[in-house]
């Protein structure tokens, strides 16, 4: 079955950076969109950047349009999330997500803490 394994998550200062990795298993990765979401406190999850697979266009919220980077490596199933000047906002619980087959699936989640 689909699974995720998220890491890269971390307690940041603001301004600092981090990178976020999604390894994935159980499907044929290079040939499915992916994303990344993510969760605050009290908030609903929200789509932060999305890529496409087959010509790896991209999508972000604008809330992180010019400091966020996705990117995917097919030949190791991996999807990243570059977090660049991070925000105290920025603090929630990060999600890889894809859709196989009409069903989501979701990986376990990395915490960012962006806090001075």
């Known amino acids: 079955q689909v699974q995720f394994v998220e890491s890269g998550g971390g307690l940041v200062q603001p301004g600092e950076s981090l990178r976020l990795s999604c390894a994935a298993s159980?499907?044929?990765?290079?040939?499915?969109?992916m994303g990344w979401y993510r969760q605050a406190p009290g908030k609903e999850r929200e789509q932060v950047a999305r890529?496409?697979?087959?010509?790896?266009?991209?999508n972000y919220a604008n809330s992180v349009k010019g400091r966020f980077t996705i990117s995917r490596t097919n030949a190791k199933n991996t999807v990243y999330l570059q977090m660049n000047n991070l925000k105290p906002e920025d603090t929630a619980v990060y999600y890889c997500?894809?859709?196989?087959?009409?069903?989501?699936?979701w990986g376990q989640g990395t915490q960012v803490t962006v806090s001075s």
């Open positions: 159980g499907f044929t990765f290079s040939t499915y969109a």
């Open positions: 997500h894809t859709t196989v087959g009409f069903v989501g699936s």
């Open positions: 890529i496409s697979s087959i010509d790896r266009s991209t």
